[in-house]
């Protein structure tokens, strides 16, 4: 079992920067392949980035390649989400996904564990 919490969300001008983290409890985080997700009013969940067991493989939607990055911290249980350049459309509830993959999912159905979600508002 896996329990996951995401922070760093909040509200932020178009062309900003946040950090978003997700800690899990557990002794096998690193056992686990970590996935973001958002969800915008209205509209599906879908794939932000997604992060190996190691953290030598990266995924990223075609939405936010060059502008997120994806990292893990395993000796921390944390996997990060470094969000630059900022656009109103990223406004969304993020959250992260953990599963026992051996590829770097971006269907949602295929990870376990998910988060309570953090929300992040981009102003124009």
């Known amino acids: 079992q896996v329990q996951l919490v995401e922070s760093g969300g909040g509200l932020v001008q178009a062309g900003g920067s946040l950090r978003l983290s997700c800690t899990a409890s557990?002794?096998?985080?690193?056992?686990?392949?970590v996935g973001w997700f958002r969800q915008a009013p209205g509209k599906e969940r879908e794939f932000v980035a997604a992060?190996?067991?190691?953290?030598?493989?990266?995924y990223y939607a075609d939405s936010v390649k060059g502008r997120f990055t994806i990292s893990r911290d395993n000796a921390k249980n944390t996997v990060y989400l470094q969000m630059n350049s900022l656009k109103p459309e990223d406004t969304a509830v993020y959250y992260c996904?953990?599963?026992?993959?051996?590829?770097?999912?971006?269907?949602?159905?295929?990870?376990?564990?998910w988060g309570q979600g953090t929300q992040v508002t981009v102003s124009s």
């Open positions: 992060i190996s067991r190691s953290g030598g493989g990266t």
């Open positions: 557990g002794r096998t985080f690193s056992s686990y392949t």
């Open positions: 996904a953990a599963g026992p993959l051996g590829t770097l999912a971006t269907s949602h159905w295929r990870y376990d564990y």
